[in-house]
């Protein structure tokens, strides 16, 4: 019953009321440091008080627990050192991590915790210590990974086409090897080293996905643009292509050209992924993952039943003319083609002068520009600049929540021994098995004098400024009386209240 009652006040909107009823209830705890302490229970869901508090968002709740867990090391004059217990908070040997769950809510009050101490600064020590330099290793062998693959696919086996031509149309000169013919000279060995690498790493892609699928969930783990999930697709299915390339050729099956071509369009717009790593290409990889999954997604479907309707009436009305002189449009695969890069204004409207064009071929193009180019292209354009507008608002903020996805990631990856666990163990200090984060916090003086003497500035000239009126209504009858009292009590008003003022900076010095 106590551990319900500390996951419903770690929800109640009224935070300071929640707080003081905390603390009431852990009042009543017998075992408040042993394992059967109340803020020590999860819920059905795996979270703790202090977890429930920061996936919430209830930053109030999250900072008054944080105090209660902070231990004061020493103080010397403005300077204080603290210890944080990052216990919870660590995601080196948390199974469901405080970090993960905060960047993977989709409550944007949550992302105002990893600018909280001691949140800020163990994001920063680990991203600035491990996680960038490691990110940067990463994205440079990515690189060099793709620019191999590249190399395999330019220089694929080929040789010259020997049968003869069945259509005019035909274009092909070049066809694929069989297996046998494959890998015979010195240049093939060197191909085949690169195309070993090209599965191996393909292989430990699927590897290392795969278990956090089955971890985080596939709609979740997809789903979230902060977790890369866009990403995620985009490289599985890389992977998946240069295994279904690699059946072919052992195969010696004809068309590997289909999935290499894939793989190649997908590993080189996984780079992008790596832009997450820099605050100057971050937050613009957000705005492409916004638009694609957001804007352009819902425009597709309007464009395509455009295109598909248009380009139906271009092949019904060039369906009997001679393909030889216009042949945008001989078949319906070509005329689907021709319309969608005539929606995009890649080209302009066919035309061949020499010969008659179909009179209703200048109909219904006039009614597909005005259509496709003046309206749904502006369209587009216009729904895209709402979502700049309104991922510029909060880009940086998606960017910090990317690079706490992003060390987390990183640190679930990498063996223990490249990556040490931050922070000070409590029993150099006698504090347990916990582990701290040491942080030296410099406290002004000045600051809250000032603060002080600007309260009594502000008190002294709000009673006076309340008792003006009632000592006017008590001075004559006339209304030159009047103004002259008002201006007399004004100054003596303002004089009475500096001299006070400056007593009391007299009294504090």
């Known amino acids: 019953t106590g551990n319900t009652v500390l996951h419903i006040l770690a929800l109640q909107p009224n935070k300071t009321f929640a707080c003081h009823m905390y603390s009431l209830i852990l009042s009543y705890d017998r075992n408040k440091e042993g394992p059967g302490s109340l803020e020590l229970i999860p819920n059905n869901e795996g979270l703790t008080p202090f977890k429930l508090a920061g996936v919430e968002g209830n930053t109030v709740m999250f900072q008054y627990l944080m105090q209660k867990r902070k231990q004061n090391l020493w103080s010397f004059g403005p300077l204080t050192t603290v210890l944080y217990d990052i216990t919870e908070i660590d995601s080196w040997a948390e199974d469901q991590s405080f970090l993960e769950l905060i960047v993977s809510t989709k409550k944007r009050e949550a992302r105002q ?14 991203w600035n210590m491990y996680g960038r330099p490691y990110f940067c290793f990463l994205a440079l062998f990515y690189i060099l990974y793709m620019v191999c693959f590249t190399m395999c696919c330019v220089y694929r086996p ?10 005019s149309r035909d274009n092909t000169v070049y066809v694929q090897k069989m297996l046998q013919e494959s890998y015979v000279a010195y240049e093939d060995e060197l191909r085949l080293v690169g195309e070993l690498i090209t599965v191996i790493g393909a292989v430990v892609i699927l590897v290392l996905e795969i278990p956090d699928i089955l971890r985080v969930g596939a709609a979740k783990y997809f789903g979230q643009t902060i977790l890369g999930g866009p990403f995620h697709i985009i490289v599985i299915t890389y992977a998946c292509m240069i295994l279904v390339t690699m059946v072919m050729r052992l195969t010696s099956t004809t068309g590997e050209v289909v999935p290499m071509s894939f793989a190649l369009v997908l590993g080189w717009c996984n780079v992008m992924y790596f832009a997450r790593g820099f605050q100057m290409l971050g937050p613009f990889t957000i705005m492409i993952q916004k638009m694609i999954f957001g804007d352009l997604m819902r425009f597709c479907w309007l464009m395509a039943v455009v295109i598909l309707g248009f380009a139906s009436a271009f092949y019904i009305i060039f369906q009997t003319e001679n393909p030889e002189n216009l042949g945008q449009f001989y078949n319906y695969p070509m005329s689907l083609f021709t319309t969608f ?5 890649i080209i302009d409207g066919p035309a061949n002068y020499d010969v008659d064009l179909p009179f209703m071929y200048s109909v219904v193009y006039f009614a597909f520009a005005i259509i496709a180019t003046l309206l749904m292209l502006n369209l587009l354009i216009a729904m895209m600049g709402d979502t700049h507008w309104r991922v510029a608002h909060e880009q940086d903020e998606l960017w910090r929540a990317q690079v706490v996805a992003t060390t987390v990631m990183l640190e679930r990856k990498l063996p223990r021994c490249l990556w040490p666990r931050s922070g000070i163990c409590g029993r150099e200090f006698g504090l347990g098995d916990r582990w701290y984060l040491r942080i030296e916090d410099r406290v002004d003086p000045n600051k809250h004098k000032m603060m002080r003497y600007t309260e009594a500035f502000k008190a002294q000239d709000r009673d006076n400024y309340d008792k003006g009126p009632e000592k006017l209504e008590t001075n004559g009858d006339t209304l030159c009386k009047k103004e002259l009292s008002a201006l007399s009590l004004s100054r003596s008003t303002s004089r009475r209240s500096s001299h006070r003022g400056w007593d009391i900076l007299r009294r504090n010095t």
């Open 113 to 126: 915790i990893l600018d909280l101490t001691p949140v800020k600064e163990l994001v920063s020590l680990k």
């Open 341 to 345: 890069e005539l929606f995009l204004t």
């Open 158 to 167: 080929l040789k010259p086409r020997t049968g003869n031509k069945t259509s």
